[in-house]
């Protein structure tokens, strides 16, 4: 059963800002060392990490109402073939489905939470 839908966009320039301005107090306070080990900061370091953030959001949007959860319980991750998927710390009985897409100045994450069965 779907549970929720969730969508967030965020500025890549924010992201950008973020950084410059806290470090990595910012990616501690936000990513798990999974998420940022596995982003190398090369072409698309921000993107990548503004797409997270977005999906992190896009999660939380689409469980909120049933389960608070803060940023750094959802982890977002890649599985070999590039597709993104979504792990909670703990389980919580909800499955989520994940799309991902980004360019220069924008990142946009769509999520659909589904029940466990
Ligand atoms: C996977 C694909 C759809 C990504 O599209 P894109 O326009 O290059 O890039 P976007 O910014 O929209 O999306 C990137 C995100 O897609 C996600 N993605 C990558 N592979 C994926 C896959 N197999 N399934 C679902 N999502 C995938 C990732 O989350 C990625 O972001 P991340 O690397 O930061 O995690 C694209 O590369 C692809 O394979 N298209 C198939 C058609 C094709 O080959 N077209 C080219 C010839 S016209």
């Given at each position: 059963?779907?549970?929720?839908?969730?969508?967030?966009?965020?500025?890549?320039?924010?992201?950008?800002?973020?950084?410059?301005?806290?470090?990595?107090?910012?990616?501690?306070?936000?990513?798990?060392?999974e998420?940022?080990?596995?982003?190398?900061?090369?072409?698309?370091?921000?993107?990548?990490?503004?797409?997270?953030?977005?999906?992190?959001?896009?999660?939380?949007?689409?469980?909120?109402?049933?389960?608070?959860?803060?940023?750094?319980?959802?982890?977002?991750?890649?599985?070999?073939?590039?597709?993104?998927?979504?792990?909670?710390?703990?389980?919580?009985?909800?499955?989520?489905?994940?799309?991902?897409?980004?360019?220069?100045?924008y990142?946009?994450?769509?999520?659909?939470?589904?029940?466990?069965?």
């Open positions: 059963m779907i549970a929720g839908i969730g969508i967030d966009m965020i500025k890549i320039e924010k992201m950008r800002e973020a950084l410059q301005r806290w470090g990595d107090d910012f990616l501690e306070r936000v990513f798990n060392k998420e940022v080990e596995k982003i190398c900061k090369g072409k698309m370091y921000y993107q990548r990490l503004a797409a997270r953030f977005a999906a992190k959001e896009a999660v939380i949007k689409a469980i909120s109402k049933e389960h608070p959860l803060s940023l750094k319980d959802i982890a977002i991750l890649n599985r070999e073939n590039g597709a993104p998927y979504c792990q909670f710390k703990k389980n919580i009985g909800i499955d989520i489905f994940l799309s991902i897409t980004h360019i220069e100045d990142a946009i994450a769509c999520a659909v939470a589904q029940k466990e069965v």
